[in-house]
C-alpha cells in the first residue's frame, strides 16, 4: 500500500505537475531513503509525527550529508505529505510543522562583460559545428534561457523577423524571450547550415550525427569554447545565465524585466542579483555624492 503511494506521488509529479524526468529521479532517490528510514524505525505513514520528521533530519545530520541536501530531501517529504492530505491518504500533515532549513544565499559567481565579449567577437566559426557552437553560445547569453529550455528548442519556437523564442519552462511553463540581435544573427547563420549536420530532428540544435544536443554535451562545449577562446576553466550554462541577469541589471533593466526573462515565479529568487551589482552602486554613490570631493 505505501510503495504504491510513494508511486502514485512520483506519477503526479511526472505527469501532472510536469517536473522533468531528472527532477523526478532525484525526488525518488530522496523518498527512497526516508522509505528507509521508516522501515528501520517501524512507522507507518499514519504513525509518523513531526517529532520522527525531526528525528529523521538529526539522523541525516549526524551522517554528515550537506545542508544542501538536507534542505532538498525536507522539501522533498513536505511536498509528499502534503500531496497525501490532499489526495485524502492521511487526515493531517505532520511535515507542516517541519521547519525548512535556513540556507545561507550564495551569490552567483558571473563572468565580466569583458570576457564575455572577447570570446564571442574574436569568434570567427567556419565549420557548421564551429557556426552551431557559437549561435548556442549567443543564445545563452542574449536570451538568458536555462540549459533544458535551450535543448528543447525547436525550429517552430524561433521567430527571428520579430527576435523571439518559445520556451518552456520548469514545470513545462511558457514564456516568451527577446533575443540579443547578436544571438538572431549567429543563429540566423546557424540555420543556414544546419542541413549539412543531417538533423533527423526539429530540435534547433543537434549533434553531428542529427540528434538533438544533451544537456551534458552543452557542458561540454562551452567548456571547450571558454578554456581555447578565452583561456577561462569551469564555465557552465548556468554561469551564462547569471551573467546575462547582472549585466541586464548592471545597466538599468528593472527587477521585475529580469525575473519576467529569467521565468522566476518568485521576485525573491531574482533578487540575489542585487547583491552582484553593489560595486556599480558603490561607484555611482563616489561619482555623485556632493560631500564625496575634498575642499581644495
Known sequence: ???????????????????????????????????????????????????DLQAWVFALHEQGYARSTLQRRVSAVRRFFHYLVVEGVLSANPAALLEP??????????????????????WVPETPVE?????????????????????????????????????????R????????????????QYLEV???????????????TGRPLTRQRVWEILREVFRSLGDREGVYPHLLRHSFATHLLSRGADLRVIQELLGHARLATTQVYT??????????????????KAEE
Do not use: C, W
Open 173 to 188: 511553463k511558457e514564456r516568451i524571450v527577446p533575443l540579443s540581435p547578436k544571438a538572431q544573427e549567429a543563429l540566423r
Open 131 to 171: 557556426i552551431r557552437n557559437k549561435a548556442l553560445v549567443e543564445v545563452l547569453y542574449g536570451s538568458g534561457m536555462r540549459v533544458s529550455e535551450l535543448v528543447g528548442l525547436r525550429i517552430r519556437d524561433v521567430d527571428l523577423r520579430e527576435g523571439i523564442a518559445r520556451v518552456f519552462g520548469k514545470g
Open 275 to 292: 547583491h552582484l551589482s553593489l560595486d556599480q552602486v558603490k561607484q555611482a554613490f563616489h561619482r555623485a555624492h556632493p560631500r564625496e
Open 101 to 122: 532549513m535556513k540556507m545561507p544565499k550564495r551569490l552567483p559567481e558571473v563572468l565580466r562583460e569583458e570576457e564575455i565579449q572577447r570570446v564571442l567577437d574574436g
Open 1 to 51: 500500500m505505501e510503495g504504491d503511494v510513494f508511486e502514485r506521488f512520483l506519477h503526479h509529479l511526472r505527469v501532472e505537475r510536469g517536473l522533468s524526468p531528472h527532477t523526478v529521479v532525484a525526488y525518488r532517490r530522496d523518498l527512497d531513503q526516508f522509505r528507509g528510514f521508516l522501515e528501520e524505525e517501524q512507522l507507518s505513514l499514519e504513525d509518523v509525527t513531526v517529532q
Open 194 to 208: 544546419r542541413m549539412h549536420l543531417h538533423p533527423k530532428t526539429d530540435h534547433i540544435f543537434v549533434s553531428r
